[in-house]
């Protein structure tokens, strides 16, 4: 299984991105695949979470209403549309897979089996 990030950068305050993560060796549509961050001195967010098979998602309340995550599954890949960013946004994002997951417990971050490498994600003020 590999999860592969990208889409990183850097933005200035109010900007948008948008991050992908495509996914192989894995049952796609069933997959919890969730987004999570982390910014220098904290700890791993979890922000973002879709089933796509039900179409479930899930935000934190630090980023609903900016971001969105959305899956291509004949590409078997998950997007996070950022907008709106903010300098607090500043982290690196990383995406994991929890095989026959649920969006119910997406912030636990030991739930997931397979995590891709980090990109970063940069906002100027």
């Given at each position: 299984?590999?999860?592969?990030?990208?889409?990183?950068?850097?933005?200035?305050?109010?900007?948008?991105?948008?991050?992908?993560?495509?996914?192989?060796?894995?049952?796609?549509?069933?997959?919890?695949?969730?987004?999570?961050?982390?910014?220098?001195?904290?700890?791993?967010?979890?922000?973002?979470?879709?089933?796509?098979?039900?179409?479930?998602?899930?935000?934190?309340?630090?980023?609903k209403?900016?971001?969105?995550?959305a899956?291509?599954?004949?590409?078997?890949?998950?997007?996070?549309?950022?907008?709106?960013?903010?300098?607090?946004?500043?982290a690196?994002?990383?995406?994991?897979?929890?095989?026959?997951?649920?969006?119910?417990?997406?912030?636990?971050?030991?739930?997931?089996?397979?995590?891709?490498?980090?990109?970063?994600?940069?906002?100027?003020?």
């Open positions: 299984v590999q999860l592969q990030a990208s889409g990183g950068g850097l933005v200035q305050a109010g900007g948008s991105l948008r991050l992908s993560c495509a996914v192989s060796g894995l049952t796609f549509g069933n997959s919890a695949i969730a987004w999570f961050r982390q910014a220098p001195g904290k700890e791993r967010e979890g922000i973002a979470c879709i089933v796509s098979d039900n179409d479930d998602t899930v935000y934190s309340d630090s980023v209403g900016r971001f969105t995550i899956s291509d599954n004949a590409k078997n890949t998950v997007y996070l549309q950022m907008n709106s960013l903010k300098s607090e946004d500043t690196v994002y990383y995406c994991a897979a929890d095989k026959d997951g649920t969006t119910n417990v997406y912030k636990d971050a030991l739930r997931y089996e397979y995590w891709g490498h980090g990109t970063q994600v940069t906002v100027s003020s």
